[in-house]
């Protein structure tokens, strides 16, 4: 063991002690780390203050509805992790909760700086994050969020839902000023490999969404759709997708819509000449239908069995997390509930056919990938680039005064020209250099400013 490798595990254990982390979850983060790559990622690069660029969470994969639901983030949490982390000193973060996921992508000294904050703002705890989470760090956490933000992680594939709250996100990281050119850049990247797996592949064909699969399950098990009492509560994305696809797809003029904002509901019933009723009538709703589509965004469970009369048979679909109906209705005679992850999983030849476009997609997300991490390699290297081409800015116009002084006939815009054309030549012949895979470009980075002496320009810290 080198005296480096002694300081690192010091530092890190050092880091531990602080941070108070969990042991099990300490090692579970840096399992990989000792045997890791550990040239800093990005320095110099993402003119981040903190070393590196992680991306934390859970999804669908390992955690249920349940544990879901107490990671869930609303808009008012994710405004406070935004505050929290501009106090904390980090400059960049990115926070996405939906029905499948919730994850942060940000920089930090150490993932456990982001898993607190997320769990500081949820009812989840570290314990029961570390259960089912993942930490995917530089390159990696790069990767993950284009496969998420193109719907190749989605739980259907090709559900291109997940890019919307992408956006939202950015704006709201925009909106706290936790976002830098590199985040930007890289929010970009993937909305625009979403667009184009979306518009050059067809793993987005077909009707084969969470709305869509909740309109299947209720015609295969009422052939009668069109006589039956139809109440959806909650009208937001998921809601108003479900409602346009029954109404295309059952032929039922018998659907109700309740939503706490009741213009909201009265918008999407005025295309469709539905029924609205008010919130304070849910309740007496519900005891009229034969089918609830629960899809609201409520935190806490808003349908619960005190609401439901049982002397007749009422299928129940919770599209929400956290879960929106209580789990004792299960104990009610005559009801079925069914939730999100239940028709999340039904598969049919749409998605076997979807997934005969995956390498075509991920052909498209390597290509704009790439062109991202080229992008950030010259990045690293720019700011010394500017320097250099300062510095011999400066050495050609001594050179032009001095002899300008000497020679009478001394042709200064002559001079200016060439001078001009061989900077421009000297830092495109360095560039070119750095940017070869062969090269180690920290060091290359180092004995250039050694050699002319730069001064890095403290702006681009701050870029």
């Known amino acids: 063991m080198t005296i480096l490798d002694f300081l690192e595990i010091w530092l890190r254990l050092e880091l531990y002690a602080v941070l108070k982390v969990p042991l099990a979850l300490f090692y579970q983060i840096y399992g990989f780390y000792f045997c890791a790559d550990r040239l800093p990622f990005m320095r110099n690069t993402s003119n981040s203050r903190n070393s590196s660029f992680y991306g934390i969470g859970l999804s669908y994969k390992k955690a249920d509805a349940d544990i879901r639901g107490k990671f869930s983030l609303d808009v008012p949490a994710i405004d406070q992790i935004m505050v929290t982390a501009k106090a904390e000193g980090l400059d960049g973060l990115l926070a996405i909760s939906t029905c499948n996921r919730t994850e942060l992508y940000g920089f930090a000294q150490h993932p456990y700086q982001l898993i607190k904050m997320l769990c500081d703002q949820t009812e989840g705890t570290v314990e029961e994050f570390q259960e089912v989470a993942y930490v995917h760090k530089n390159h990696d956490a790069i990767t993950h969020l284009f496969r998420v ?27 706290h000023g936790m976002t830098h050119p590199f985040l930007e850049r890289l929010c970009n990247s993937v909305i625009q490999a979403s667009k184009r797996i979306k518009n050059e ?86 005891r009229k239908a034969d089918i609830l589509v629960v899809a609201t965004g409520a935190q806490l469970p808003t349908v619960s069995k005190a ?54 997609a991920e052909e498209i997300i390597s290509e704009i990938k790439t062109d991202f991490l080229k992008w950030l390699e010259t990045r690293k290297f720019a ?17 032009i005064d001095f002899h300008s002084r000497k020679l009478s006939d001394f042709n200064q815009d ?43 320009d403290s702006e681009w810290a701050k870029s």
């Open 307 to 360: 609401l439901i009369h049982p002397k007749k048979p009422l299928l129940i679909l919770d599209l929400s997390i956290p879960k929106n109906v209580s789990d004792d209705v299960e104990e009610l005679d005559n009801v079925s509930l069914v939730h999100l992850d239940q028709l999340s999983r039904l598969t049919d030849e749409t998605l076997e056919k979807r997934r005969q476009f995956i390498p075509q």
């Open 149 to 175: 933000g193109t719907g190749l992680d989605s739980q259907i594939l090709g559900d291109f839902e997940i890019i919307s709250q992408i956006k939202q996100g950015f704006y709201r990281s925009k909106k």
């Open 383 to 399: 700011p010394v680039i500017s320097a250099l081409k300062e510095k011999l800015k400066v050495m050609k116009a001594e050179e």
């Open 201 to 286: 592949t067809q793993i987005s064909s077909g009707a084969t969404s969470v709305a869509f699969a909740s309109v299947k399950y209720i015609l295969e098990h009422y052939p009668n759709v069109s006589e039956k009492n139809i109440l959806l509560f909650g009208t937001g994305k998921i809601g108003r997708n479900t409602c346009e696809n029954l109404v295309k797809h059952s032929d039922n003029s018998h659907i109700t819509l309740i939503n706490r904002t009741r213009n909201k509901a009265e918008a999407i019933a005025g295309k469709f000449q539905l029924t609205v009723k008010d919130y304070g009538e849910l309740q007496t709703e519900i």
């Open 414 to 456: 002559q001079a200016e020209i060439i001078s001009d054309r061989i900077i421009q030549k000297i830092t495109k012949q360095f560039a070119n250099h750095l940017r070869k895979s062969d090269v180690d470009t920290e060091d290359s980075l180092a004995l250039i400013q050694k050699i002319f002496q730069l001064e890095i």
